[in-house]
C-alpha cells in the first residue's frame, strides 16, 4: 500500500546550555495540523518519547544464523574430500594430484580473497554505518501523531508489528500552549532524534513544535518540500486498525506497583530460558495480592502491593513476555501500571500512569502472532447494522467534539447506544477512529489522508463470507443471564455432522466468550478469531431482533 507523504524540511532539534527545541515537519498533503508549546514535566516526557521509540525498533523474531560463508566453504571442501577419496585407488600418484590441486586452489582462494576483501570490507562498513549513523535506512516508518482539544498523542509499530505503543500527554504537560490546530498528521521522526531527546533536561527551557510554517509555503518554493512515498506493508495498515477492536474486547483488569513491574523486568534480565514454556501465569483471587508464575522456572513473584478487585477468580497465561522489557524506563516516573488481559493468548494492554501522561504498550498474543495476520478482533466488536444517515450524524459529531464515550455521543445525537457502538466500530475498522483504553473514549483518528481500500486489508472477512452462507441455517436459542449478557445458543447443520456454537453477548454488544465444538475452535480457541459458525450465529440474533 503506497502512502505520499510531503515534508517541508525535516525534522530539527536545537540544545545549549539553557534552552532546547524540538520541532516536528508534519506532512503537508494533509489537512493543516500543528502544534506549539514549552515543556513542563521534562524529565517524564523525556522517557516517555524515549520508551515510544523503544517500541518502534523493537523486533524479537527469530534470527537465523548467517551460513552463506560456511556453506561457500563446503562447495569448496567437496573437491577436496572427493580428491582424497579417489585417492584410495592410486594412493601415490593421487597425493601427487592432490598437492597440486591443492596448491593450485589454495592459490586461486588467496588471489579471490585478496581481490574480494575491499568489497567485503566495504559492504560491512556501509551497514555499520547505516545501523549507527543512518537508521532513517533501516526503520523508515513513520510514527502517526494526532493533536485533540485536551491532549497530544503519538502512535507506533515495531517492527515485527507485534507491539503497539500508544503516547498521550495531555495539555498540563505543557507550561505554554501557544498555538493548535487540531487533526492528525504523520510526522518526520528522523532516528537521530532519539539521541537529542536524551538532552533533554529539567533546568533547560525545552519548546515542542509541530511546524506549521510547513503549511505557509509558496508554490514556487516547492523544491523546498522533501518527497517521501513509503510503500507500507497491507499488513502493518491491517495491524493498526485490530489494535482498537481489540480494546474492546471485555478483559479481567488491575493495578501493579511500578516495584512489581520491576520485579518482572528483573526476572526476565537476570535469567534467559533455555526451553519452554516461556510464559507468564497471573494468578488473580479477588481481594488478594496478584500473583505472576515465570515458566519454566515456575519463579512465583507476589505482588505484595496490587490487589486484584474483581469479582472471580482467574488463571491467565501470556506469552511473548520479554517486550515488557520496553516498559523499564517508565518505571522510575509511573505511578502505577493497569493492566488489561484480555485472555489466555489473547492481545494483552498495558497503560503507564505518568500523572497528564499515559503510555499504552499492547502486545498481540504472542511474539510471532502479529497484529494483523492472525488475530480478527474487529469480528468480536459490535456488529450490529447502522443505515447509512446515522452513520453520518455520528460521525459529523466525532468531528465537531473529537472524542466523546458511546453514552455522551448517543446523547448528544440521540441515536441508540447500541447503533453507535456499531457505527463507531465501523470508523474504527476503516481507521476513521480510534478507541482510548485508559479513558474509555473513542477519537478522530484518521490513519490516512485518502480512504483506506478496505478490500486489500480483506476486512470482508473469509469467515464472515461463509457465515453470510450458512446463516440462513442456524437453529437459534437465546436466554439471559443476569449480570453478564445474552447467551446464544446454535444447531447448524452440515453435510456429515451438526455445530453447537454458544456465545455470549454483553450489554455492549461484544462478544463476551464463545465456544464450538468445530475444528477452527479446536485448534486456535479465539487466537484467530471467531469462527463462521459463531458468526452465523451472531448474524441469526441480529436478524431475529430486527424483525422484533
Known amino acids: 500500500m503506497l502512502f505520499n507523504y510531503r515534508y517541508s524540511g525535516s525534522t530539527q532539534v536545537y540544545s545549549n546550555a539553557t534552552s532546547a527545541g524540538i520541532s516536528f515537519s508534519p506532512d503537508t498533503r494533509r489537512e493543516p495540523t500543528f502544534f506549539n508549546g514549552k515543556l513542563h514535566k521534562k524529565l517524564a516526557f523525556r522517557e516517555a518519547i524515549s520508551a515510544l521509540h523503544d517500541v518502534v525498533v ?18 569448496q571442501q567437496e573437491d577436496v574430500w572427493l580428491a582424497e577419496f579417489m585417492g584410495n585407488y592410486d594412493a601415490a600418484a593421487a597425493q601427487r594430484k592432490i598437492k597440486l590441486i591443492r596448491e593450485e586452489l589454495s592459490a586461486v582462494n588467496a588471489e579471490r580473497d585478496k581481490l574480494m576483501a575491499p568489497y567485503y570490507k566495504s559492504r560491512r562498513n556501509y551497514f555499520d554505518y547505516l545501523y549507527q549513523k543512518d537508521k532513517d535506512a533501516w526503520f523508515v516508518l513513520d510514527p502517526v501523531i494526532s493533536v485533540h482539544p485536551d491532549e497530544i498523542f503519538f502512535e507506533c509499530f515495531s517492527q515485527d508489528e507485534s507491539a503497539y505503543g500508544k503516547l498521550s500527554a495531555s495539555y498540563n504537560v ?55 512515498k513509503i510503500d507500507l506493508p ?5 495491524g493498526f486498525l485490530q489494535v482498537s477492536a481489540a480494546m474492546t474486547l ?22 534467559k530460558e533455555k526451553k519452554g514454556p516461556r510464559s507468564i501465569r ?39 513476555r520479554r517486550r515488557l522489557l520496553i516498559l523499564e524506563r517508565l518505571i522510575p516516573v509511573a505511578k502505577k501500571f493497569t493492566v488489561h488481559l484480555t485472555g489466555n493468548g489473547l492481545p494483552s494492554f498495558y497503560i503507564a500512569d505518568l500523572g497528564d501522561m499515559q503510555f499504552t504498550l499492547g502486545l498481540s498474543g504472542w511474539t510471532a502472532n502479529d497484529w494483523s495476520r492472525c488475530g480478527q478482533f474487529d469480528l468480536m466488536a459490535p456488529r450490529g447494522t447502522v ?13 465537531q467534539h473529537w472524542f466523546g464515550t458511546p453514552e455522551q455521543i448517543a446523547a448528544r445525537t440521540g441515536a441508540p447506544k447500541a447503533a453507535v457502538l456499531a457505527a463507531l466500530g465501523i470508523y474504527t475498522q476503516a481507521g476513521k477512529a480510534i478507541y482510548d483504553l485508559h479513558s474509555g473514549y473513542y477519537r478522530l483518528r484518521e490513519l490516512s489522508r485518502d480512504p483506506l481500500p478496505l ?13 453470510s452462507r450458512i446463516v440462513g441455517k442456524v437453529k437459534l436459542t437465546a436466554k439471559d443471564v443476569p449480570g453478564v449478557g445474552v447467551q446464544l445458543e446454535g444447531l447448524i447443520p452440515a453435510q456429515n455432522r451438526s455445530y453447537r456454537p454458544v456465545i455470549v453477548i454483553d450489554a455492549d454488544e461484544r462478544m463476551a466468550s464463545a465456544h464450538c465444538d468445530c475444528n477452527h475452535y479446536q485448534m486456535n480457541k479465539l487466537h484467530k478469531g471467531p469462527c463462521e459458525h459463531m458468526l452465523a450465529l451472531r448474524m441469526a440474533y441480529e436478524q431475529e431482533k430486527q424483525k422484533v
Open 58 to 75: 523493537s523486533d524479537l523474531r527469530f534470527k537465523p544464523k548467517d551460513k552463506t560463508e560456511y556453506k561457500a566453504w563446503a562447495a
Open 174 to 228: 505543557f507550561k505554554e500552549v501557544n498555538e493548535f490546530q487540531c487533526g492528525t498528521t504523520n510526522i518526520d521522526y528522523s532516528a537521530n532524534l532519539y539521541n537529542e531527546f536524551q538532552k533533554i533536561r529539567d533546568y533547560k527551557e525545552t519548546t515542542f513544535t509541530v511546524d506549521p510554517s510547513g503549511f505557509a509555503v509558496q508554490t514556487t518554493k516547492e523544491e523546498l518540500f522533501k518527497e517521501v
Open 234 to 238: 497491507d499488513s502493518w495498515v491491517r
Open 250 to 271: 471485555p478483559a479481567a483488569s488491575f493495578d501493579l506497583h511500578p516495584m512489581d513491574v520491576y520485579n518482572f523486568c528483573q526476572q526476565l534480565r537476570r535469567f
Open 282 to 320: 497471573f494468578i488473580l483471587e479477588p481481594g488478594q495480592p496478584v500473583k505472576a508464575i515465570f515458566d519454566p522456572w515456575g519463579t512465583v513473584i507476589v505482588c505484595a502491593r496490587s490487589v486484584y478487585t474483581g469479582a472471580q477468580r482467574k488463571e491467565i497465561r501470556i506469552w511473548g
Open 387 to 399: 443505515d447509512d444517515a446515522t452513520k453520518q450524524i455520528i460521525y459529523s459529531d466525532l468531528q
Open 455 to 467: 478490500d486489500a486489508l480483506r476486512f470482508s472477512n473469509p469467515a464472515e463470507a461463509a457465515a
